[in-house]
Nanobody, 124 residues
Framework: QVQLVESGGGLVQAGGSLRLSCAAS????????MGWFRQAPGKEREFVAA????????YYRGSVTGRFSISRDNAKSTGYLQMNSLKPEDTAVYYC?????????????????WGQGTQVTISS
């Protein structure tokens, strides 16, 4: 079992930056692939980024590539999502998630563990 707690959300102006954190507890965090998803009001939850545990390979949805950066510190059992050049369309509740393996890395039904989410609001 893995417990995940997100933090770092807030309200920023367009063009600003935020760094989200995902603190994990329970089983060895370093053994899990970590992903970030988001859900905007009235929309389906969507994949944002992921990082594998073994190779540290990273994956992003197209609209955040070059603006967002996912990373992890296994020694601290914490994952991060650095978000730069934020846009109003990035407004959403952001969730971190963890899973074993990496096949279908962007598919949320492959993730076993989820945090409670943190609100990110970007004003224009």
């Amino acid at each position: 079992q893995v417990q995940l707690v997100e933090s770092g959300g807030g309200l920023v102006q367009a063009g600003g930056s935020l760094r989200l954190s995902c603190a994990a507890s329970g089983r060895t965090f370093s053994s899990y692939t970590m992903g970030w998803f988001r859900q905007a009001p009235g929309k389906e939850r969507e994949f944002v980024a992921a990082i594998t545990w073994s190779s540290g390979n990273t994956y992003y949805r197209g609209s955040v590539t070059g603006r967002f950066s996912i990373s992890r510190d296994n020694a601290k059992s914490t994952g991060y999502l650095q978000m730069n050049s934020l846009k109003p369309e990035d407004t959403a509740v952001y969730y971190c998630a963890a899973r074993v393996g990496s096949i279908g890395i962007g598919e949320q039904n492959q993730y076993n563990y989820w945090g409670q989410g943190t609100q990110v609001t970007i004003s224009s």
